[in-house]
């Protein structure tokens, strides 16, 4: 039982750091996007 506890706070972990990572990324491709129609 607790190393099926770990397993899935490693999951969870892991989740929430890759869904953080895709919106900073698309975050920052966002605001590359605007910047750039701004610009021009």
Known sequence: ???ENGIYTVLLAVASLSLLV???FVAMCGM???GGLFIS
């Open 22 to 24: 895709a919106v900073g």
């Open 1 to 3: 039982m607790d190393s």
């Open 32 to 34: 590359d996007l605007y």
